[in-house]
């Protein structure tokens, strides 16, 4: 089976591309600039057309017996308009769809996030069942992209994976890692809100379990390392992999809670409240993670420190 990743130089689908390269499955990666896409045995590198125009998704198709679809927008600035993120994530997605259909490919996998179907924090535990109700445009153009897909392909996967977090993570989680290397000690330890991670190494291992099924699952499906975390426990793992004391302080009740939605109005539910997901469906089939959380934390730590990471 010949495997077209998409967004072969993201953070997400440069670490598909080298699970499957590792199985030694034969992969086609389609990324904007070919040049960035890691050289690996059984990896054939293609262009990928422009998202936001019309692309012509046939060249990429010939001879291709499954997709996994990791091209997208996400971590952009709040100036992006949804029209563009909507053109993007989600007619792009579906265009793919339809020509995938026309080429005979057997197998399609949508990579998209369970802010499609929540918003940063949720008091419930989030279900792939859940009336989707996301919160912002970026959410939306998922949960748009997912019905496009679905509708051209019957029986695509959707794979809905919570905040990414390994070597190379971008966002909040880069956010997070420079707070860690901080020499200070961090007076974060009130902060009890739960959420659900996956490894880079974790989310390219499902999606290889996923092909390897003889039968699609469920339409719809999370994934996750295992239990979630909060906050201080990232800190701590990031900074115990440095051989250095987690330097946790715990205040007052709610004092950390209540500066940060002073200072940081827009990360606060993200800091403070939980976001725990169900991946049942997943492990049904059969699947493993691969490393707990505390090793994609490490490995993220390490190359933080050492430049070695899109921050």
């Known amino acids: 089976m010949t495997i077209l990743v998409t967004g072969a130089t993201g953070f997400v689908g440069a670490a598909i591309v080298r699970a499957l390269a590792y199985r030694r499955r034969a ?48 971590h952009q600035p709040p100036t992006i308009s949804l029209s563009t993120l909507m053109r993007v994530n989600a007619e792009a997605s579906g265009t793919l ?3 995938a259909v026309a080429a005979g490919v057997s197998r399609f996998i949508l990579m998209s996030s369970i802010r499609a179907v929540t918003g940063a ?23 748009a992209a997912e019905f496009a897909v679905c509708r051209a392909f019957p ?20 956010r997070l890692a420079r707070l860690a ?13 739960r959420r659900s991670l996956v490894s880079e190494f974790n989310l390219a291992s499902a999606v290889a ?39 946790v302080m715990t205040p007052p009740a709610g004092i950390d809670a ?29 699947w493993q993670p691969i490393e707990p959380s505390s090793d994609g934390l490490a490995r993220m730590a390490r190359t933080a420190l050492f430049g070695q990471t899109r921050l």
């Open 121 to 143: 924090s949720a008091t419930h535990l989030v279900q792939p069942t859940d009336e989707p109700a996301p919160t912002d445009d970026y959410g939306r153009s998922k949960l």
């Open 97 to 99: 769809a339809d020509a």
């Open 258 to 286: 209540a500066a940060i939605r002073m200072l940081a109005p827009g990360l606060a539910s993200q800091l403070v409240d939980d976001l725990v997901i169900s991946d049942d469906g997943l492990r049904a089939t059969g």
């Open 209 to 247: 379990h996923l092909l390897d099924l003889a039968d699609a699952p469920c339409p719809i499906i999370h994934v996750q390392d295992g239990p979630p975390l909060t906050v201080p426990d990232m800190i701590r793992a990031m900074r115990q992999a440095f051989g250095r004391w987690p330097m």
């Open 27 to 74: 992969v086609r990666a389609a990324a904007r600039n070919p040049a960035l896409v890691e050289r690996l045995p059984g990896v054939e590198v293609v262009a990928l057309p422009d998202l936001a125009g019309s692309p012509d998704w046939q060249p990429l198709l010939s001879n291709v017996t499954a997709v996994v679809h990791a091209a997208g927008l996400a």
């Open 181 to 193: 290397l901080s020499p200070l000690p961090l007076p974060i330890g009130g902060l009890t809100g």
């Open 155 to 174: 029986g695509a996967i959707v794979l809905r994976p919570p905040v990414v977090h390994g070597a190379g993570a971008k966002g909040n989680m880069a």
